[in-house]
């Protein structure tokens, strides 16, 4: 069973649709206690850093997914759900992550494409990974971000994507991994992701 983190800013609709359409048993979780017994967990989120995390405080989410993912349970953030495993980010403020992979979370500079990043973009695959198992070098996927993930271990990051810099598009370290593509709106390659964190991900 999947949990989906429900923080009151989270997609959910459409990730549980696409977990639903590649055979994933999930459910929706609005409470911490509810994440008993999960055998991985989903981590949504679109808006802002600052104020995700403050609702994922408020809803105290905070320690228990950071528990879950110490004790080996498989953890997928997904958008602004991979920018919260990071150490910090810099969005309107400095604001604290969960700290599970080492890096900073930083806008886009201002002398280069136009921001937000929107659109389809290539995936660079830069180690082979479960997660990303079908998935071929220059695959596109499609991203609406303004901010960034800049990893502080390059052994984190599994792809890249290439707008005016290469930045971590999908990262993972044992149990926990991240992508930062809207993967309901990256057809097969999104399905794809989401079919192995599903199958292949203990």
Request: proline letters at 6%.
């Amino acid at each position: 069973m999947i949990a989906i983190v429900d923080y009151g800013a989270g997609n959910l609709r459409s990730v549980q649709n696409t977990l639903k359409h590649v055979g994933a048993e999930t459910k929706t979780v609005s409470k911490p206690s509810e994440l008993d017994g999960a055998d991985k967990i989903v981590l949504p989120g679109v808006g802002a850093f600052g104020a995700g995390m403050a609702a994922l405080r408020d809803s105290g989410f905070v320690e228990p997914i950071i528990q879950a993912a110490k004790a080996g349970i498989p953890l997928l953030g997904i958008c602004l759900g991979m920018q919260y495993l990071f150490e910090a980010s810099e969005e309107m403020g400095i604001h604290q992550g969960l700290g599970l992979l080492p890096g900073r979370v930083v806008k886009f500079p201002p002398n280069g494409p136009l921001v937000p990043h929107i659109g389809w973009n290539q995936l660079h695959i830069r180690q082979q990974n479960p997660l990303l198992r079908g998935v071929n070098e220059g695959d596109y996927a499609y991203f609406v971000h303004s901010y960034y993930v800049e990893a502080a271990d390059p052994n984190d990051i599994l792809a890249s994507t290439d707008y005016g810099l290469n930045y971590a598009s999908v990262v993972g370290r044992g149990n926990i991994f991240g992508i930062q593509c809207h993967p309901e709106k990256s057809q097969h390659v999104g399905q794809r992701i989401l079919r192995n964190f599903v199958e292949d991900i203990h």
